[in-house]
């Protein structure tokens, strides 16, 4: 069993940067292919970023790409997201999320462990 714990979230004015860290329970995330997805209100939830936890392999959306940058700290055992030059549009409620084997996916189904979400806000 995998809990993931995530903090970071808050409001931020358009431009701004946030940082989203999300920490596995139970397990190093060596082990685990980490991502982070996004859902605004009324939308289906998306996918932002992922990589691999024992590898140098990343995926990024290209809605996001050139201003968020997913990485990890092995001594923390920590996954991160950082959200710079932020948009209205960026919105959401973002969720760590984790599975188990080798490949990055970025379709929510594929991905059997979830944290509760950390709400992200940017004003115009």
């Known amino acids: 069993q995998v809990q993931l714990v995530e903090s970071g979230g808050g409001l931020v004015q358009a431009g701004g940067t946030l940082r989203l860290s999300c920490t596995p329970s139970?397990?190093?995330?060596?082990?685990?292919?980490m991502a982070w997805f996004r859902q605004a209100p009324g939308k289906e939830r998306e996918f932002v970023a992922a990589?691999?936890?024992?590898?140098?392999?990343?995926s990024t959306a290209d809605s996001v790409k050139g201003r968020f940058t997913i990485s990890r700290d092995n001594a923390k055992n920590t996954v991160a997201l950082q959200m710079n030059s932020l948009k209205p549009e960026d919105t959401a409620v973002y969720y760590c999320?984790?599975?188990?084997?080798?490949?990055?996916?970025?379709?929510?189904?594929?991905?059997?462990?979830w944290g509760q979400g950390t709400q992200v806000t940017v004003s115009s």
């Open positions: 999320a984790a599975r188990f084997g080798g490949i990055i996916r970025s379709i929510a189904r594929e991905y059997a462990y």
């Open positions: 139970g397990r190093t995330f060596s082990s685990l292919i």
């Open positions: 990589l691999n936890g024992n590898g140098p392999n990343t």
